[in-house]
């Protein structure tokens, strides 16, 4: 069964940092490129960040390019995000999700087909 | 950046009834890359539909995608009460890698 847990999550302090991670099991970890994906409480979903199956490429959002680093631990089965120079607008649930390519008949599609539960960031002085 | 908006915002509607929500971007998408979501209070999105019109692994049939272009639709053929959430799409493309639309709350009447 493939599972994503994230964990990392708290209180901060405007301007301070924090580094969530994510354990995944249950599929081949290291074939999979991998996201992280946030909600304000009663808002949308933002995407945030990408990080390639070999970790050699990455994608940052525009709100958190420069803040934020993806990395991950194909090893230990493990994503990461360094959240730095945090802000309020920042607080929010955040969500490591894998990313799905398949292929068939001459097309690819792609989606993010499991998420983990989610850790929840809260930037507040 | 492709933008993509859903409509309505909130769409109050009986079980049993039909539920059609939509999903237009602003620049044309590959239908090959338009995902929807559904998602329950306290609960992390689940995948619904990819490529547009296909259904993921264990989701029933009673939900289908359509659309090509610009404009994408959900439609939901009899409500069950399990099918009251929120539902977003989303777009896969260069930059950045993924868009999501700000999705369609779907209440009971």
């Known amino acids: 069964e493939v599972q994503l847990v994230e964990s990392g999550g708290g209180l901060v302090q405007p301007g301070g940092s924090l580094r969530l991670s994510c354990a995944a099991s249950?599929?081949?970890?290291?074939?999979?490129?991998m996201n992280w994906v946030r909600q304000v409480p009663g808002k949308g979903l933002e995407w945030l960040s990408y990080l390639s199956s070999s970790g050699s490429t990455t994608y940052y959002a525009d709100s958190v390019n420069g803040r934020f680093t993806i990395s991950r631990d194909n090893a230990k089965n493990s994503l990461s995000l360094q959240m730095n120079s945090l802000r309020a607008e920042d607080t929010a649930v955040y969500y490591c999700?894998?990313?799905?390519?398949?292929?068939?008949?001459?097309?690819?599609?792609?989606?993010?087909?499991?998420w983990g539960q989610g850790t929840l960031v809260t930037v507040s002085s | 950046e492709i933008v993509l908006t859903q409509s309505p915002g909130t769409l109050s509607l009986s079980p049993g009834e039909r539920a059609t929500l939509s999903c237009r971007a602003s620049q044309s998408v590959s239908s090959s890359y338009l995902v929807w979501y559904q998602q329950k209070p306290g609960q992390a999105p689940r995948l619904l539909i990819y490529g547009a019109s296909s259904r993921a692994t264990g989701i029933p049939d009673r939900f289908s995608g359509s659309g090509s272009g610009t404009d994408f639709t959900l439609t939901i053929s009899r409500l069950e009460p399990e099918d009251f959430a929120v539902y977003y799409c989303?777009?896969?493309?260069?930059?950045?890698?993924?868009?999501f639309g700000q999705g369609t709350k779907l209440e009971i009447k």
């Open positions: 249950g599929f081949t970890f290291s074939s999979y490129s």
């Open positions: 989303q777009q896969y493309g260069s930059s950045p890698p993924y868009t």
């Open positions: 999700a894998r990313e799905w390519i398949y292929c068939s008949g001459g097309s690819c599609y792609s989606s993010l087909d499991y």
